[in-house]
């Protein structure tokens, strides 16, 4: 049976393609070929062996792309060994498996998922929330560390995608790790949503603190946290977490009314009169009237970021260049939170530590805006 593309005899008539060009061979006629009762193929027109035939048929092809050095046809064989894989597998997974479906397989990927649940459980009206303006920096945040790791991981997703790589400096994690870790200290308490922010920003330092900080190339040579306990900064340290602390006392008691309240239901005589309690019942006092905490003032996380600023100024290495006003911001932030707690608080424990707190700051702040170099 010969090939009608180009005219050479194959030998085995069971071949479906052409050896020496890869056409289609036309089908044999009916009777050419019988099948044995063992499942093999024999041949009637040929008493040679399959073997012999497709040797000879190799050799024959062979010797006609020697003397024929025009283009190849391509063998199904050949199309099927040599096919195109496209786009290179991905390498195993082989890390921790808790973060093995989490995009990216990144700790703060997951930190911000955590955060995420924390925000919207805050928009109902029995779990603590940190504000609207605050998670609005923290959903606006969370984007932009998940397009930096799920792009270090060679991840694509349409929803970071698009962000540039302008706003993936290492300044943006690393400010949105002081941001989480200053909201969870804010949420500490007893509840589901604490143990969120806590979790979520405890993932996101851990994390950051290896691919921002560490390193010699990383922050660590910028920063060195050791020196806040040297000196006079570890006085600034020591009053930045005494203000924190006040912030979870007493600021100003809660509005009560004390006097008869009309009812609008009912004969119109009808009022409802506070009724006496007992002045030497400490523990009744106490849980009858309400109070409010530095953290439900206005602008109180503003504050908290600003004192953490200060420390983080007072971290900074001595041989790292900074603009000579910067060593006044430590006393501007002190003067910012006099103002917010004469405006906020009143003549009790959690102001009266705050301005304590204050005052050792400033002093430290003193210090290092007039002894030091700058």
Known sequence: MRCKECGERAQDPTLRYCENCGAKMPTPPPGSIRRTSTGTTAVQTTGRSRSTSTARAVQARDEAEDTNPGPRRVRVDDAD???????????????????????????????????????????????????????????AGGWLVTAREMRAAGARHGLVDWVPDSLLHPAVP???????????????????????????????????????????????????????????????????????????????????????????????????????????????????????????????????????????LLALRPEVARPGWLRFAPLAVVVIGLVWTLACGALLAGPLLFIGGLAAVGFAGVYQAFTREA
């Open 81 to 139: 060994e040599h096919t195109d894989p496209g786009r290179p597998a991905a390498p195993p997974y082989d890390g921790p498996l808790w973060l093995a479906h989490v995009p990216g397989h990144s700790p703060s990927v997951l930190g911000v998922g955590l955060l995420g649940i924390a925000l919207v459980l805050g928009i109902l009206p029995f779990f603590a929330s940190v504000g609207a303006l605050s998670a609005l920096a923290v959903v």
């Open 174 to 312: 690393a400010v949105y790790t002081v941001l989480t870790v200053g909201l969870a200290i804010r949420m500490l308490g007893i509840g589901l949503t604490p143990l969120l922010w806590l979790g979520g920003a405890g993932l996101i330092g851990y994390d950051q603190y290896r691919k921002v900080y560490a390193g010699e190339s990383g922050w660590s040579r910028l920063f060195e946290p050791r020196q806040l306990v040297r000196g006079t900064s570890g006085l600034a340290l020591g009053g930045v977490v005494l203000c924190l602390v006040s912030l979870f006392l007493t600021w100003t008691p809660g509005r009560s009314y004390s006097g008869p309240v009309p009812t609008p239901q009912g004969p119109p005589g009808l009022q409802v009169v506070d009724a006496p309690r007992p002045s030497d019942d400490v523990v009744y006092s106490l849980l009858a009237e309400a109070y409010d905490k530095g953290w439900d003032k206005p602008l109180a996380e503003m504050v908290e970021l600003l004192l953490l600023a200060v420390l983080a």
